[in-house]
């Protein structure tokens, strides 16, 4: 994971230097900014391999800068881990909901956070697998990272691929929010289990409009399974 670029978007100078200090003595890449507009020209200078983001800062929040990058085809796929103050549940569910990877709230320590960057960076990152998975005209190429639905690209962002990954290679069988974590997440990550369920929707809601979506069943009181049986 090392030499892997992160860009630093914090408005508070101390922190943005404690973070540089940190993340650089981990052999990360670091760049800085110290808002969106600055954020913006880092990204057109070098696309970073992930954002820590703050979520209160002066002009653009962290939670409109998230929306406006997942909807540019060019840096949708870049992972975003929130950075933040805000510790309430709903705020959790908001940042997941708008499109980050990730959240972690202040203050926090560097190992905790060296964790979920580490965690992250896994599960984005290409896994070197060639096989193609299929089923009922879904087709998962592990290779490239693609999804086709009866020919047509399947967009998904990089958790929600990781997510159909595992199910299309788990078909039938139930499997608890807790070892979704587990197996799509890493084992020892600092992730909320209703992480999972805000990723299974928008996973389902990627899915929908080629009709798949009622393959990612919810089974009550246990957790969730894949299956052409509907």
């Known amino acids: ?3 892997k670029k992160i ?26 900014a110290a808002d969106v507009p600055e954020a913006r020209l ?3 200078e070098s696309r970073p391999d992930l954002i820590l983001l703050d979520w209160m800062m002066p002009g653009v929040s962290g ?6 990058l997942k909807a540019a085809p060019m840096t949708k ?11 309430e549940e709903e ?27 580490q965690a992250v960076l896994r599960r984005t ?33 990089p958790t929600e691929y990781r997510l159909l990954h595992f199910f299309v290679s788990h078909p039938e ?20 289990e209703r992480t999972v369920d805000v990723h299974i929707r928008r996973l389902r809601k990627a899915l929908a409009p080629h009709g798949y979506d009622a393959m990612i069943q919810t089974v009550r009181g246990t957790g969730y399974r894949f299956s052409e049986k509907v």
């Open 173 to 192: 069988r139930v499997y608890t929010r807790e070892q979704v974590l587990d197996r799509v997440w890493g084992q020892n990550v600092y992730v909320e």
């Open 1 to 3: 994971m090392q030499n």
């Open 42 to 44: 880092r990204i057109a």
């Open 91 to 117: 705020d959790t569910v908001r940042g997941l909901n708008v499109g980050c990877d990730d959240y972690i709230s202040k203050p926090f320590s560097f190992p905790e956070l060296s964790a979920r960057i």
């Open 7 to 32: 860009l630093v978007v914090e408005d508070e100078a101390p922190i943005r230097d404690m973070l540089r200090f940190a993340l650089e003595r981990a052999e990360f890449h670091i760049s800085l």
């Open 77 to 87: 796929d870049i992972p975003i881990i929130m950075v933040t103050a805000r510790a």
């Open 63 to 68: 939670i409109e800068f998230t929306r406006e």
């Open 125 to 157: 990152l290409p896994g070197g697998e060639e096989e193609q998975l299929a089923v009922a005209g879904l087709q998962v190429d592990a290779a490239s990272q693609r999804v086709t639905a009866k020919g047509e690209p399947v967009r998904l962002g």
